[in-house]
């Protein structure tokens, strides 16, 4: 057994190893790149205001207001302080993610299952990771769609890591592991994906993962990849869909904005599947 | 770090800007490089960090505070790569099978391969604070600072990585090992 103490010792050393980082051309392309990036001036001293005395903050307090007030009457009555024709604003029709038309996404024929996304909008990335998982995200990362053939539960996600449970080969398999993590879960929905039958579940969020011993939260582990866990907002959807005795893991997390979480319905109602070497 | 040179490149300054991201570009990509073990991410993230820095340096109150402060944009930087790695790069591992073996002292079993193991599989936060400390020599209270953390939670992260780790090379150090299957 080893000590902390060794562990900090190699660590140390490990961690002064050679390596060979060359930052030059990092630092020419954030030098040719200044010009595109203006500066963020601050518009508006909040810490100077909350240092000010109370009489001075009051006095900056109550000309704000005044001005606000002028302006709000001015505004009502028609009459314009500072210009006598202010421009009427009206709307600009511009392009935004929404309207782009979907673009459809085949996983290729090395992909497990055969399947399709009809990818919305321009903020979505697509990845193919392997070829038992791919998936759509979206730019922030709070929004995606993920395609898999399953995932280890384990049993104790609040616990430091350790090897997760195995799963047998059969949607039912997997639907009991995943009901058995100790986490909010709905009571699984028999419902079809692509005409497929398919079972489906919903975890929430934790109420907290303070408590967690390293402060990690983790429900499963993809196939062998990394671990997945429950952020602190949002839900997470599975559904365990049979394409024809290929068992496919479909899940939905949506932590996004309004229109990051419409994008990702319609994605998730555009999905066609097929066994693989047939057309989805 | 050179105040004034911090100072006018807070008013705007170009020349002096590229001194000062000429002097802290080495240790930000070697720092982001430990923290992701990806140089492509750090790239990245260095990258993205400087010209954070350059963006919001006007609103740094205090000059004399530039390093804590550049940190906390590192960190944020390599958080946000890290996202991205942490989710979908591929994590094959050898675990350590059930079989009962007797444990031989670390040192000799511990190598390069063991160490980038273990290590990947700290989380963001818990390698950060490691690099912060073993790396950059930076006391506790100055990690603190620069994370925007308490002293006492970056004591914990600490902690729990160097145990973590621990625990990852000693279930390393067993002699019979498996591959998980799909």
Sequence with gaps: MSTDRDVQRILKSWLHEDSYEDANHVLNRVLDSLDDVPQRRPWWPVRRFLAMTPTTRFAVATASLLVVAVIGISLFTGRNVASPSLPTPEPTPTATASEAAPQPWSLGNDFFVSATVDVSGSDWNQYYASDTQAGVISRSEDAWLWLTTGVQPYENPCGLPSPPLEVGPSVDNLIDALAAIPVNVSPVTETSVDGYPAQHMTFSAPAAREGCEDGEFRMWRWNNLYNHGVGPVGETRVWVVDVDGTRVLIVLEDRGTPQESAELEQMFDSIRLAPAGETG | ?182
């Design chain 2, 1 to 182: 770090m050179d105040t004034e040179l911090v100072a006018r490149a807070q008013n705007g300054d170009k020349e002096a800007f590229a001194e000062l991201a000429d002097a802290i570009a080495q240790r930000f990509l070697a720092t982001s490089h430990r923290i992701l073990r990806d140089i492509n991410l750090a790239e990245d993230a260095t990258q993205q960090a400087l010209l954070a820095i350059w963006r919001d340096l006007p609103q740094l109150r205090d000059p004399a505070h530039f390093e804590a402060w550049s940190y906390r944009l590192l960190v944020r930087a390599c958080y946000a790569e890290g996202r991205h790695q942490r989710r979908w790069a591929p994590n094959l591992r050898v675990l350590p099978t059930e079989t009962a073996a007797t444990s031989r002292p670390l040192d000799a079993v511990v190598d390069r391969d063991q160490l980038e193991r273990g290590f990947r599989r700290l989380s963001l936060n818990h390698r950060t604070v490691v690099v912060l400390h073993h790396y950059l020599d930076l006391p506790l209270d100055r990690i603190a600072e620069a994370l925007g953390i308490p002293v006492g939670t970056a004591a914990s992260r600490l902690h729990y990585a160097v145990r973590q780790l621990r625990a990852a090379l000693d279930a390393d150090a067993r002699p019979a090992t498996r591959e998980v299957a799909q």
